[in-house]
């Protein structure tokens, strides 16, 4: 991806903004026949790919697992919870251990590569974030989930803009899915899941009145 950057334009009104947002929800069950459509699919992994992350160093890989026979030994390792078979699509959000020098060098070249300019010439650049890294070192795999989330978020949200029902889920084992996946040997390790398709008709939870604290208990104006 080597597209320039373009002024952001209005795409939505507020209104449609929060109908999104109001209709997402943790969805529990899937029909497994609504299947997402390959164009919406392909502007999901998209979506994934432009998620911020500190320095811009994207210290993670996302995991589209296809394969049914992978899907059922990673539900096993989910505590049976059957969205990761019924949802159209399921991701797992991997962090990269031990982020270092290597990561910013790969970094520093894909930089140099995307703005047309030298390596020599982002030296500074390469110095600030691999200070910043070693200042990290004790809690680095820590720091680096924090960025995972934030691609969570950008997926969940973009889902919701699309009309798609999503998941996200903590509730697995992570040793068990770096080991079906071969993600340790990679140098990743799973930090969360999301399974992502249409809800089913008969899902209880679909119509549950939304739980959250009133605005003004969270946030605050200074």
């Given amino acids: 991806m080597n597209q320039p950057t373009?002024?952001?334009?209005?795409?939505?009104?507020?209104?449609?903004?929060?109908?999104?947002?109001?209709?997402?929800?943790?969805?529990?069950k899937f029909d497994p026949s609504k299947k997402i459509?390959?164009?919406?699919?392909?502007?999901?992994?998209?979506?994934?790919?432009?998620?911020?992350?500190?320095?811009?160093?994207?210290?993670?890989?996302?995991?589209?697992?296809?394969?049914?026979?992978?899907?059922?030994?990673?539900?096993?390792?989910?505590?049976?919870q059957r969205q990761l078979v019924d949802a159209s699509h399921l991701v797992i959000f991997a962090l990269k251990k031990n982020l270092g020098e290597a990561d910013v060098k790969h970094l520093i070249e894909r930089t140099a590569e995307a703005h047309g300019v030298s390596v020599e010439s982002l030296e500074q650049y390469r110095q600030?974030?691999?200070?910043s890294l070693a200042g990290k070192k004790a809690g680095i795999d820590d720091w680096s989930a924090r960025q995972v989330y934030i691609a969570l978020g950008v997926f969940l949200s973009s889902a919701a803009?699309?009309?798609?029902?999503?998941?996200p889920m903590e509730g697995f084992d992570?040793?068990?899915?770096?080991?079906?996946?071969?993600?340790?040997?990679?140098?990743?390790?799973?930090?969360v899941m999301a399974?992502?398709?249409?809800?089913?008709?008969?899902?209880?939870?679909?119509?549950?009145?939304?739980?959250?604290?009133?605005?003004?208990?969270?946030?605050?104006h200074v």
């Fill in 6 to 28: 373009v002024p952001l334009s209005r795409v939505l009104e507020p209104a449609t903004l929060l109908q999104q947002l109001r209709g997402r929800y943790a969805t529990k």
């Fill in 37 to 80: 459509s390959p164009q919406d699919w392909s502007a999901l992994e998209e979506a994934l790919v432009l998620s911020p992350s500190s320095f811009g160093l994207q210290p993670w890989k996302f995991i589209a697992v296809n394969t049914p026979a992978i899907r059922e030994k990673l539900m096993a390792a989910s505590w049976g």
């Fill in 128 to 131: 600030t974030m691999v200070g």
């Fill in 161 to 167: 803009m699309l009309g798609i029902d999503a998941c």
């Fill in 174 to 191: 992570p040793a068990q899915h770096d080991q079906i996946l071969g993600l340790g040997a990679k140098g990743y390790s799973a930090v």
């Fill in 195 to 220: 399974a992502v398709g249409y809800r089913a008709t008969d899902d209880k939870y679909a119509m549950a009145p939304k739980v959250r604290y009133q605005a003004e208990e969270v946030i605050e």
